[in-house]
């Protein structure tokens, strides 16, 4: 049985406010919610969670992520109920809501909530080095709530043959290779669409186009390294994130971030 709570000051954009696993589940009532974004999911047996939204059956994997001041409350099904959770916390706190959509129940599927679990069970082993890693923290809860963004959309675009044929291979694309010169129009020859028409269904699932989408990964990718590797200079972030010249990257950082990525790293 693992439980952590923050008890140092915030200083990382993104952090966890608790996390913890084996956790044998005591029936939880919140009438006026939690005050931070919540998520828990089922280890071993079963429990259902109430919310303002409906009711949740939690099977094993199965998660769910609460925004704050969501009324909730939550016990087993029957027999002893493990779970895992987290809670998010962070400068950038404020941002959560668009990371994850803006939705205030976001219910987590078996599969998805693998890849989070195994998350999870690295986050709480790196609270176990003294000092902890905080910035390695700061990123795998950023990561986390990626998962979570992910799960909003992931089971109703499985069943879209357009993203799957046209959409899904770019991103795949843009995964493996955004360190490399991609152009719109190369990656769209690639699934023999015009490049119009790519960042038409780019824009119509993920509501931006296939240039904003590839410029805001590369951006993502940038923010890692200025977190996780202090000493890289700003010209090797931008090569190793596909910018033609540290020049341009730090005109698009500072355009999509606010910040210049050295302000960027000095404040994280």
């Not at 939690?58 to 925004?67: D, F, K, P, Q, V």
């Amino acid at each position: 049985m693992t439980i952590i709570f923050r008890s140092t000051p915030v200083c990382e954009p993104l952090t966890f406010e608790s996390i913890g696993q084996d956790w044998k589940q005591d029936p939880v009532s919140r009438p006026g919610g939690y005050p931070f974004y919540h998520y828990l999911q089922t280890e071993k047996g079963a429990g259902r969670i109430e919310t303002a939204s409906g009711s949740f059956l939690l099977r094993e994997n199965e998660g769910l992520l609460i925004a704050p001041f969501i009324r909730h409350s939550y016990s087993s099904t029957g027999g002893e109920w493990y779970t895992k959770f987290a809670s998010f916390t962070g400068t950038a706190a404020s941002f959560i809501p668009q990371i994850v959509g803006n939705r205030q129940i976001i219910p987590i599927e078996n599969e998805q909530g693998k890849r989070i679990s195994q998350l999870i069970r690295k986050c709480v082993r790196l609270y176990d080095l003294h000092p902890p890693d905080e910035k390695q923290l700061s990123v795998s809860c950023y990561t986390m709530l990626l998962m979570f963004a992910d799960g909003i959309y992931t089971q109703k675009l499985a069943d879209e043959q357009l993203y799957q044929n046209y959409v899904l291979p770019v991103i795949k694309e843009i995964e493996r290779n955004y360190s490399l010169p991609l152009s719109v129009e190369a990656m769209s020859r690639k699934v023999y669409v015009t490049p119009q028409y790519l960042s038409r269904l780019f824009r119509r699932y993920l509501n931006c186009s296939t240039y904003e989408y590839l410029t805001s990964y590369r951006i993502g990718k940038a923010k890692e390294l200025l977190i996780t590797n202090p000493a890289l200079e700003i010209q090797d972030i931008a090569h190793r994130t596909g910018f033609s010249d540290s020049s341009h990257f730090i005109s698009i950082f500072k355009k999509a971030v606010g910040v210049t990525p050295l302000e960027f790293r000095r404040m994280n």
